[in-house]
């Protein structure tokens, strides 16, 4: 099992950055996809979350209109479109795979238990 984010970097306050998550090893269709995120100091806080079966989504109040995940069933990878980046989203950003299929009618998908976790990437917003 993998889960290998990418993507990350330096940007520049109101600018966008696309993470990655290439995933392999488990049965993709069946599982949902979160980005995490966990900032210097600070506890892991969940960001969003892809049902890969429906397409359903969960965001974040601090990221909701700003972040947009999306996925690539036939690659086995899941998008995270970062734009307006503020400096308080510097963090280093992980994605997971938690054996939930759907995740529509779960009011905080993020808090549920995930099985395999990415190395992270390092996303930096400087003003």
């Known amino acids: 099992v993998q889960l290998q984010a990418s993507g990350g970097g330096l940007v520049q306050t109101g600018r966008s950055l696309r993470l990655s998550c290439a995933a392999s090893g488990f049965p993709f269709a069946d599982y949902a996809i979160g980005w995490f995120r966990q900032a210097p100091g600070k506890e892991r806080e969940g960001v969003s979350c892809?049902?890969?079966?429906?397409?359903?989504?969960w965001y974040a109040d601090s990221v909701k209109g700003r972040f947009t995940m999306s996925s690539d069933n036939a690659r086995k990878r899941v998008y995270l479109q970062m734009n307006s980046l503020k400096a308080e989203d510097t963090a280093v950003y992980y994605c997971?795979?938690?054996?939930?299929?759907?995740?529509?009618?779960?009011?905080?998908?993020?808090?549920?238990?995930?099985?395999?976790w990415g190395q992270g990437t390092q996303v930096t917003v400087s003003s």
């Open positions: 892809i049902s890969i079966s429906d397409g359903s989504s």
């Open positions: 997971a795979a938690g054996a939930f299929k759907f995740i529509a009618k779960v009011e905080r998908p993020d808090l549920l238990e995930y099985d395999y």
